[in-house]
């Protein structure tokens, strides 16, 4: 059997008076959502936990799978690491290093730096030289880069650095990396140096090769990432699809085969065409597909509600219509696809939030819940399984029911956090704004 896995980042959300009071879910035009939807099974999952930051690592971490509890390193940025070609040694920590645009009253003015191409993000990162021997700057993709600290030895856990994605417009001074310890401070003090002092070079770099980069943000700290490998823990030869470096990095820790695909950005101009023919092309060969698209995640970021609604409606199109076209021709009555956001971002304010999450399941021997749309409101008083709790039932060949009784079976007696979740908003290391 086919098994295929669609996380659709950031795709839930709050209602918005620009939408008519009504979600992204609600408002786009989605036929081939809605067919799922019909013929299969609505629940829900928590994918946020409230010792962990509210995000996509964490979030993807427990959809594929694993534990993040056991499995997270603290944040993306050594998974990224794994994807740049470095590797971590103890005591090593990495860092994300964004490119971004700060306006002239010293506030973030665009995590994106204006949404600033690969090639030539590539020139500016590789042409800037660092003074301290300990700092390893490596090229990522568009605005995202990676810094490694060699020899570091501060857990990150101790460091409190902002995503700037979730500050936007909001004064720098504050913002900048603090340590909870003297030694986590003495290394916060280095990278706040590090940081402030990278707004001349940058200067000097666009003086020559006009970009909208105005210095580099560093957050997302985490030390070296270590996973059992997908096959040998759940008897699937997995492929993986996405434009995201910490994912990429997810897959080579977890053995799970994954490429670099041209035109595949991570933002609103992702090649989802190219993310297609991978996915056919991986499903030839593979038993196990994650299929992952960031562009709602990113015009949420971005406080635009129409835009991630258009972009909804364009993943309809390109990629839940064609793949569930492709599933039911070529291989009819063998196959599950399982449909999801990894967490709710929020338009009104950019920000993530840890509610659980909606989830579509289609397929072989799965009881339809007989919704008309798959929505946040779909799946309200639906029964919550908890993220890395899903994978086992997912892959399994017995018939998959969504109710009580299965969640109780999947979730192994551990408690689910609802309304904990909501309350405490996950204050740790950035919270919901993580």
């Given at each position: 059997?086919?098994?295929?896995?669609?996380?659709v980042?950031?795709?839930?959300?709050?209602?918005?008076?620009?939408?008519?009071?009504?979600?992204?879910m609600?408002?786009?035009?989605?036929?081939?959502l809605?067919?799922?939807?019909?013929?299969?099974?609505?629940?829900?999952?928590?994918?946020?936990?409230?010792?962990?930051p509210?995000?996509?690592?964490?979030?993807?971490?427990?959809?594929?799978?694993?534990?993040?509890?056991?499995?997270?390193?603290?944040?993306?940025?050594?998974?990224?690491?794994?994807?740049?070609?470095?590797?971590?040694?103890?005591?090593?920590?990495?860092?994300?290093?964004?490119?971004?645009?700060?306006?002239?009253?010293?506030r973030?003015?665009d995590?994106?730096?204006?949404?600033?191409e690969?090639?030539?993000?590539?020139e500016?990162?590789?042409s800037?030289?660092?003074?301290?021997?300990?700092?390893?700057?490596?090229?990522?993709?568009?605005?995202?880069?990676?810094?490694?600290?060699?020899?570091?030895?501060?857990?990150?856990?101790?460091?409190?650095?902002?995503?700037?994605?979730?500050?936007?417009?909001?004064?720098?001074?504050?913002?900048?990396?603090?340590?909870?310890?003297?030694?986590?401070?003495?290394?916060?003090g280095?990278?706040?140096?590090?940081?402030?002092?990278?707004?001349?070079?940058?200067?000097?770099?666009?003086?020559?090769?006009?970009?909208?980069?105005?210095?580099?943000?560093?957050?997302?700290?985490?030390?070296?990432?270590?996973?059992?490998?997908?096959?040998?823990?759940?008897?699937?030869?997995?492929?993986?699809?996405?434009?995201l470096d910490f994912?990429?990095?997810?897959?080579?820790?977890?053995?799970i085969?994954?490429?670099?695909?041209?035109?595949?950005?991570?933002?609103?101009?992702?090649?989802?065409?190219?993310?297609?023919?991978?996915?056919?092309?991986?499903?030839?060969?593979?038993?196990?597909?994650?299929?992952?698209?960031?562009?709602?995640d990113?015009?949420?970021?971005?406080?635009?509600?129409?835009?991630?609604?258009?972009?909804?409606?364009?993943v309809?199109?390109?990629?839940?219509?064609?793949?569930?076209?492709?599933?039911?021709?070529?291989?009819?009555?063998?196959?599950?696809?399982?449909?999801?956001?990894?967490h709710?971002?929020?338009?009104?304010?950019?920000?993530h939030?840890?509610?659980?999450?909606?989830?579509?399941?289609?397929g072989?021997?799965?009881?339809?819940?007989?919704?008309?749309?798959?929505?946040?409101?779909?799946?309200?008083?639906?029964?919550?399984?908890?993220?890395?709790?899903?994978?086992?039932?997912?892959l399994?060949?017995?018939?998959?029911?969504?109710?009580?009784?299965?969640?109780?079976?999947?979730?192994?007696?551990?408690?689910?956090?609802g309304?904990?979740?909501?309350?405490?908003?996950?204050?740790?290391?950035?919270?919901?704004?993580?």
């Open positions: 059997m086919k098994h295929v896995i669609f996380c980042d950031g795709m839930a959300d709050f209602a918005h008076p620009a939408l008519g009071q009504r979600t992204a609600e408002a786009a035009r989605t036929p081939h809605d067919h799922l939807a019909r013929m299969g099974a609505i629940g829900r999952s928590q994918t946020s936990f409230p010792t962990l509210c995000g996509s690592p964490v979030a993807n971490l427990a959809i594929l799978g694993y534990d993040p509890h056991k499995y997270h390193p603290n944040g993306r940025s050594s998974f990224e690491a794994l994807a740049a070609g470095t590797r971590l040694r103890p005591g090593d920590l990495s860092l994300r290093c964004n490119l971004i645009s700060v306006s002239a009253d010293a973030i003015d995590f994106t730096a204006g949404q600033i690969t090639d030539v993000a590539a500016l990162v590789w800037y030289e660092i003074a301290d021997t300990k700092m390893e700057l490596y090229v990522g993709q568009q605005y995202r880069h990676c810094l490694i600290v060699r020899g570091a030895h501060v857990p990150p856990e101790e460091l409190v650095m902002a995503a700037p994605h979730c500050h936007q417009q909001e004064p720098l001074a504050p913002l900048l990396p603090r340590g909870t310890t003297p030694r986590a401070e003495a290394l916060a280095k990278l706040r140096a590090f940081m402030l002092d990278s707004r001349g070079p940058i200067a000097r770099f666009n003086a020559h090769t006009p970009t909208r980069a105005s210095m580099f943000w560093l957050w997302s700290p985490s030390g070296s990432p270590l996973l059992p490998a997908f096959e040998s823990t759940y008897g699937k030869r997995a492929a993986l699809v996405c434009g994912l990429k990095g997810i897959a080579i820790a977890a053995g085969e994954t490429k670099n695909i041209v035109g595949t950005t991570g933002y609103i101009d992702t090649n989802l065409r190219a993310k297609m023919r991978f996915s056919v092309n991986y499903l030839r060969n593979y038993d196990f597909l994650y299929l992952h698209v960031n562009s709602l990113e015009a949420a970021h971005n406080r635009d509600p129409l835009l991630k609604a258009r972009m909804l409606e364009e309809d199109a390109q990629l839940i219509g064609p793949l569930t076209a492709y599933l039911e021709r070529s291989h009819p009555g063998d196959w599950r696809l399982m449909v999801l956001p990894d709710y971002t929020l338009s009104h304010d950019g920000t939030h840890p509610r659980p999450v909606p989830v579509l399941v289609a072989a021997e799965v009881t339809p819940t007989a919704q008309r749309r798959f929505t946040e409101a779909a799946a309200v008083d639906t029964p919550v399984v908890i993220g890395q709790r899903m994978m086992e039932p997912f399994a060949p017995q018939r998959l029911t969504w109710d009580a009784a299965f969640a109780a079976e999947a979730n192994h007696g551990e408690p689910v956090l309304q904990e979740l909501e309350q405490a908003h996950l204050q740790v290391a950035g919270g919901v704004r993580g």
